[in-house]
């Protein structure tokens, strides 16, 4: 059973930086993507940033050239938030998405809050 653990969110002023890591537990050697979403209140749950088994990496239009996402280790996912803006404030949650044959299953950690504001 794959379990991943956000930790790090905080209170941050606009302007400044934040990592956010998630943790995981269990077999994720068939991991095909890795990522990054937020939900804010009152909003839909939306993609951030995704690291792909190949390498490959995608970002959302709000936070390219100021978050850069990484899997420094096969278990540990990183979110490196630069610039940060009273609108990236949301709850952030680690994605995990793997086969299991030919079942494609989405694994979610509990979520970490980035607030930003002075």
């Known amino acids: 059973q794959v379990q991943l653990v956000e930790s790090g969110g905080g209170l941050v002023q606009p302007g400044g930086s934040l990592t956010i890591s998630c943790t995981a537990s269990?077999?994720?050697?068939?991991?095909?993507?890795m990522g990054w979403y937020r939900q804010a209140p009152g909003s839909v749950r939306d993609l951030v940033a995704t690291?792909?088994?190949?390498?490959?990496i995608n970002y959302a239009e709000p936070v390219k050239g100021r978050f850069t996402i990484s899997r420094v280790h096969a278990n540990t996912m990183y979110l490196q938030m630069n610039s940060l803006k009273p609108e990236d404030t949301a709850v952030y949650y680690c994605?995990?998405?793997?086969?299991?044959?030919?079942?494609?299953?989405?694994?979610w950690g509990q979520g970490t809050q980035v607030t930003v504001s002075s």
């Open positions: 690291i792909n088994r190949g390498g490959g």
């Open positions: 994605n995990v998405g793997m086969y299991s044959g030919t079942d494609f299953t989405q694994y």
């Open positions: 269990g077999d994720i050697s068939r991991a095909i993507v």
